[in-house]
């Protein structure tokens, strides 16, 4: 499974990104897909993630009522998104999109990871 995500970039505080994540072939049928994200000195963390068996999702206290997880089940190959609005500096961070076999929350059995793309929030 290969995992390539899209969509960072700078913005000022208050503004909103799209992040994308494009999986081989079904991936996201089968695996729940989560994002991470990662800051200099910090350990990466799980901010969404989405249940392929049951559609549930899951958000960090962080982001809660601020970022949307989603998936276009329509889409071939499967797309994955996080709709972030209302960004903060504190926000700035390499998110990471993810294919997980098991887990929630903030623990994860990963068996793959996108490369990362950054996001920077400006103040």
């Known amino acids: 499974v290969q995992l390539v995500e899209f969509g960072g970039g700078l913005v000022q505080a208050g503004e909103s990104l799209r992040l994308s994540c494009v999986a081989s072939?079904?991936?996201?049928?089968?695996?729940?897909v989560a994002w991470f994200r990662q800051s200099p000195g910090k350990e990466r963390e799980a901010v969404a993630c989405?249940?392929?068996?049951?559609?549930?999702?899951?958000?960090a206290d962080s982001v809660k009522g601020r970022f949307t997880i989603s998936k276009d089940k329509s889409a071939k190959p499967n797309t994955a998104y996080l709709q972030m609005n209302n960004l903060k500096p504190e926000d700035t961070a390499v998110y990471y999109c993810?294919?997980?076999?098991?887990?929630?929350?903030?623990?994860?059995?990963?068996?793959?990871w996108g490369q990362g793309t950054q996001v920077t929030v400006s103040s």
């Open positions: 993810a294919a997980a076999r098991a887990g929630w929350g903030t623990s994860y059995v990963v068996d793959w």
């Open positions: 989405l249940s392929y068996r049951d559609g549930s999702t899951y958000y």
């Open positions: 072939g079904y991936a996201f049928d089968v695996y729940t």
